[in-house]
Nanobody, 117 residues
């Protein structure tokens, strides 16, 4: 059974930082691309950042220079370090795992991030 369990969300003030974690089980973590997406109320889910099995990263323009995605294959965990948070970063953040060969992907249950001004 595949599980992606996010943690680390919460309520912070603008300018502060949070670190999200996503612990994966039931998949061969090291061969999957991992990513973070977010969805604010009334909007579509959007890409925040992805990291390939080889460590290549892609970021949404809105978070470049503020957010950093990383992975620890030994711990089957992907992280999202979020600095200089803004109210517009408020959303539910979802962890994603995708096998780029089979195209099978999985989602976590989401963790709420709220940034007050």
């Amino acid at each position: 059974q595949v599980q992606l369990v996010e943690s680390g969300g919460g309520l912070v003030q603008a300018g502060e930082s949070l670190r999200l974690s996503c612990a994966a089980s039931g998949i061969i973590f090291s061969i999957n691309a991992m990513g973070w997406y977010r969805q604010a109320p009334g909007t579509q889910r959007e890409l925040v950042a992805t990291i390939s099995r080889g460590g290549n990263t892609v970021y949404a323009d809105s978070v470049k220079g503020r957010f950093t995605i990383s992975r620890d294959n030994a711990k089957n965990t992907v992280y999202l370090q979020m600095n200089s948070l803004k109210p517009e970063d408020t959303a539910v953040y979802y962890c994603n795992s995708k096998n780029l060969i089979t195209k099978i992907e999985y989602w976590g249950q989401g963790t709420q991030v709220t940034v007050s001004s």
